[in-house]
């Protein structure tokens, strides 16, 4: 089983993977896609990376789309296993350039 969980912490360090608060948001995650509008294009794509001088140098893309596919849901009608549940969310991303800040 695969679940979704977000961790939140007061006080932002250099460790992603530790400490602060962790909540399940979804259990039994199926599938979890992020794909990224680029504002040159006009174009999906599946990567984005800001730090690379090619692709998106510099750059935010305009809008995230979430594809979100959970297991379980009603039995389908033959009794055979669990029809999916699916979610899709475009979000705006509304500044254009990231933040730079030094790193230690």
Do not use: C
């Not at 504002?39 to 140098?57: F, I, M, N, S």
Request: no cysteine; proline share 7%.
């Amino acid at each position: 089983t695969t679940d979704l969980v977000r961790r939140e912490s007061g006080h932002p360090d250099m460790y992603p993977e530790r400490g602060g608060r962790v909540d399940v948001l979804a259990t039994d995650i199926d599938l979890f896609d992020l794909e990224y509008l680029d504002p040159l294009t006009g174009q999906w794509t599946e990567t984005w990376d800001t730090t690379q001088a090619v692709g998106q140098a510099a750059r935010l893309p305009l809008q995230v789309r979430v594809l979100l596919v959970l297991n379980g849901g009603q039995r389908s009608s033959a009794g055979r296993g669990r029809k999916t549940i699916r979610f899709v969310s475009k979000i705006p991303i509304p500044i254009q350039k990231p933040l730079t800040f030094a790193t230690q």
